[in-house]
């Protein structure tokens, strides 16, 4: 990939990307331009659409892929739910299970369940399990705790 990099002494700052397709080089890119207004690029039926990360109720992995779920859009991104999870680090975005992501901000109610689990309806009506796993950490997180208390 070929970058030109041009100081300007006026005007407004610009960015521009120029491709002939989106590889992984192009989507790490788009990734980083977007990243200061914390946005994503996803792909839905009708092509890529920009995600705020506000918006995500859950990000979940199935079959190697990582779909990104919204009260609107059901959208795929390019990313392992391992470093989805590195890239909301610092929004209150949960671990759930070994497959899924929850915003804790989009949580209406939860209910505890028998065998320590407990069962997370999102704001859109959406049932979201917390396993066992991650129960206990997670309320921790709820009372205020950090991990290291």
Do not use: W
Request: hydrophobic share 35%.
């Amino acid at each position: 990939m070929k970058y030109t990099i041009q100081q300007i002494p006026s005007g407004e700052d610009e960015l521009i990307l120029r491709y002939q397709r989106l590889n992984d080089e192009v989507q790490a890119v788009l990734e980083f331009m977007n990243s200061p207004q914390k946005k994503l690029i996803g792909t839905t039926d009708s092509g890529q659409t920009v995600i705020d990360l506000n918006q995500i109720l859950y990000a979940e992995s199935v079959d190697r892929r990582t779909f990104i779920y919204t009260a609107e859009d059901v959208c795929r991104v390019e990313f392992s739910l391992a470093q989805l999870e590195q890239i909301l680090n610092t929004i209150n975005f949960f671990r759930c299970s070994k497959s899924m992501i929850i915003n804790i901000d989009k949580i209406a109610t939860l209910k505890s369940l028998a065998s320590n689990r407990i069962d997370a309806t999102l704001t859109n009506g959406e049932h979201i399990m917390i396993s066992r796993t991650y129960a206990s950490e997670f309320r921790r997180i709820l009372k205020g705790e950090s991990s290291d208390e």
